[in-house]
């Protein structure tokens, strides 16, 4: 099978020098990345930048910016037969990106942002991908009930929900702890470690492509 994972954080440039980011180490999408390729499968991994070294035999695309993760994705999606999105796409990107380096005159300064494209939410609607979608959610509060809603309006088989408000696990931690939210079921899995939980969501990949 073809599997097309979506790994770290984007970058959005705010001038030449400068750019919003987020804490996203691109662990989790690698792990999940190694455990398909070790798996015998052909992986297509979308990453923003991470210091991770790439895993063996993927076919490794480098983006930076939630519009080249885009594009990348419309592009690619439909050779895959499942596709995990665990990248940290920013919601935001500012509006004029200036070409030469913003200049400390002010005192205050403003940045106006404008709404990026919703990658996964594309997926169904836009780039009418028919096979496997699975999704991540990353919440602060009311895990269950936010993870679900994303599955529903974006059309997943299942999402992967975590808490980020804590430090132990979520984002740049090597555990983590999450719910799978099914359409017609959630199971919590105990804390472990990314890699092990990425071979748990793999699977679960599997059974789902099966039942297609
Ligand atoms: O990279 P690590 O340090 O290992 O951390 C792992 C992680 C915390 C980044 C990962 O487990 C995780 O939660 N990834 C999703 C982060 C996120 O952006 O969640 P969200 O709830 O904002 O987005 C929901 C889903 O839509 C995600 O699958 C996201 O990839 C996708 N999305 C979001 C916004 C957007 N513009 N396009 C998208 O595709």
Redesign the pocket.
């Known amino acids: 099978m073809t599997i097309l994972i979506?790994?770290?954080?984007t970058r959005e440039a705010i001038d030449p020098v400068r750019y919003l980011s987020?804490?996203?180490?691109?662990?989790?999408?690698?792990?999940l990345a190694e455990t398909a390729v070790k798996a015998g499968h052909r992986v297509i991994l979308i990453s923003g930048p991470?210091q991770l070294d790439l895993p063996d035999r993927v076919d490794y695309i480098p983006v930076e910016s939630?519009a080249e993760?885009?594009s990348t994705?419309e592009h690619w999606i439909g050779k895959a037969d499942i596709a995990i999105?665990?990248?940290?796409?920013?919601?935001y990107r500012p509006a004029k990106v200036p070409e030469q380096k913003i200049k400390k005159n002010n005192e205050h300064m403003t940045l106006e942002l404008v709404?990026?494209?919703?990658?996964?939410?594309?997926?169904r609607s836009q780039f009418n991908y028919e096979g496997v979608l699975?999704?991540?959610?990353?919440?602060t509060e009311n895990l269950e009930t936010?993870?679900r809603g994303?599955l529903e309006r974006?059309g997943c088989d299942l999402?992967?929900?975590?808490d980020?408000s804590r430090k132990d696990i979520?984002?740049?931690?090597n555990e983590?702890e999450?719910l799978f939210v099914f359409k017609d079921r959630t199971e919590a899995p105990p804390k472990d470690s990314?890699q092990h939980l990425a071979h748990l969501i793999i699977e679960q990949a599997f059974e789902l492509a099966e039942n297609r």
């Open positions: 979506t790994a770290g954080p987020n804490r996203s180490s691109g662990k989790m999408g690698y792990a991470t939630a993760m885009f994705v999105f665990a990248a940290a796409v920013a919601d709404k990026n494209p919703d990658i996964l939410g594309s997926a699975i999704g991540f959610a990353a919440e936010n993870a994303k974006k999402v992967v929900a975590n980020v979520g984002f740049d931690s983590n999450v990314k």
